[in-house]
């Protein structure tokens, strides 16, 4: 069974800095492309950034570009989002989701990041 | 980017109804088009992908349809359990923008 459970979540200080972790199970790992998407609360979706099987390309959504970083470690089985210099508008839930030909097939339950002094 | 744009943003149905959502994009993305249901506190679950594919384990009454820029959901005959909020998403590139949501509640 495919199993996605993010962590790191929690209060920091806005110009902070954050490290989410998602651990993925039950699934060849490195095959897929890995999404973070986030919602604040009372909001909709918004895809955050992707990154490649091999971790090799990244995007982002183009607010977030210089701040946030995402990275993948295959033989951990494991997707990071380092989020830096953080405001108070990146206050929302995280999800960690799995890519691929369809669409984000499988998302964690999400970690809630509050930003806030 | 691609903007995506659902309506209605909210409907009120009865159980057993026929709901239509509608998704229209910016610009034509083929059928890079999914749909999304969330519950209150959960998170995001597939329903549709690539624009009329049912995921698996999901109930018939769910359908999409559409190409190009114009996309529809379709729940025929509600069941209490769909009552949510939808979300279309383009895939066809980066960002992955989705739609500001439907909200479907109870009449």
């Known amino acids: 069974e495919v199993e996605l459970v993010e962590s790191g979540g929690g209060l920091v200080q806005p110009g902070g800095s954050l490290r989410l972790s998602c651990a993925a199970s039950?699934?060849?790992?490195?095959?897929?492309?890995m999404h973070w998407v986030r919602q604040a609360p009372g909001q909709g979706l918004v895809w955050v950034s992707r990154?490649?099987?091999?971790?090799?390309?990244?995007n982002y959504a183009e607010s977030l570009k210089g701040r946030f970083t995402v990275s993948r470690d295959n033989a951990k089985n494991t997707v990071y989002l380092e989020m830096q210099s953080v405001r108070a508008e990146d206050t929302a839930v995280y999800y960690c989701?799995?890519?691929?030909?369809?669409?984000?097939?499988?998302w964690g339950p999400g970690t809630l990041v509050t930003v806030s002094s | 980017d691609i903007q995506m744009t659902q309506s209605p943003l909210s409907l009120s149905a009865s159980v057993g109804d026929r709901v239509t959502i509608t998704c229209r994009a910016s610009?034509?993305?083929?059928?890079?088009l999914n749909w999304y249901q969330q519950k209150p506190g959960q998170a995001p679950k597939a329903l549709i992908y690539?624009?009329?594919n049912v995921q698996s384990g999901v109930p018939s009454r769910f359908s999409g349809s559409g190409i190009g820029t114009d996309f529809t959901l379709t729940i025929t005959s509600l069941q209490p359990e769909d009552f949510a909020t939808y979300y279309c998403?383009?895939?066809?590139?980066?960002?992955?923008?989705f739609g500001q949501g439907t909200k479907v509640e109870i009449k």
């Open positions: 989701t799995r890519g691929g030909d369809r669409g984000f097939d499988h």
């Open positions: 039950g699934f060849s790992f490195g095959n897929y492309w």
């Open positions: 990154i490649s099987k091999d971790g090799i390309i990244t």
């Open positions: 610009q034509s993305i083929s059928t890079y």
């Open positions: 690539v624009a009329s």
């Open positions: 998403q383009q895939s066809y590139n980066t960002p992955y923008t």
